[in-house]
């Protein structure tokens, strides 16, 4: 890959959206609570299916991050990273929500948060948190 082009795109790349799912199933409310370090978007309370979306410019330096709590049937508070453009995927260096993050779609389980995917046309989701 050729590092100029992708610090190119990356500089021209200037905003993203994240929607967030409650997949956790009939009658359980998903209480989720997101932010960064300038943007504190609020309490959410997500029925089943319903969703949550916000729309954000990204940083020139690469470096925007967004984190949430998410909460139901009196859990603990599971937190994780919608968007991080920082963030190592499985170890990997990189930025992990660069490429992979159109549209940047999660669904939170109660076993975990799934990221969208369209890998070669062929729409996925894959686990990337388990709680």
Not at 52 to 81: E, H, M, P
Request: charged share 25%; net charge negative.
């Amino acid at each position: 890959m050729n590092t100029e082009n992708f610090v190119e795109a990356r500089f021209y790349q200037n905003d993203a959206t994240v929607k967030i799912y409650n997949d956790l199933g009939p009658d359980t409310t998903l209480m989720i609570n997101c932010h960064s370090k300038n943007d504190d978007l609020g309490t959410h309370y997500l029925k089943y299916k319903q969703h949550f979306d916000w729309s954000f410019g990204l940083s020139i330096f690469g470096n925007t991050k967004y984190w949430c709590d998410v909460y139901w049937n009196n859990n603990r508070a599971q937190n994780f990273y919608p968007f991080d453009m920082l963030r190592t995927n499985h170890g990997e260096r990189g930025y992990r929500d660069y490429d992979l993050c159109e549209p940047c779609a999660w669904r939170i389980t109660k076993d975990g948060g799934y990221r969208y995917h369209n890998k070669l046309n062929f729409e996925e989701w894959d686990k990337v948190y388990n709680w």
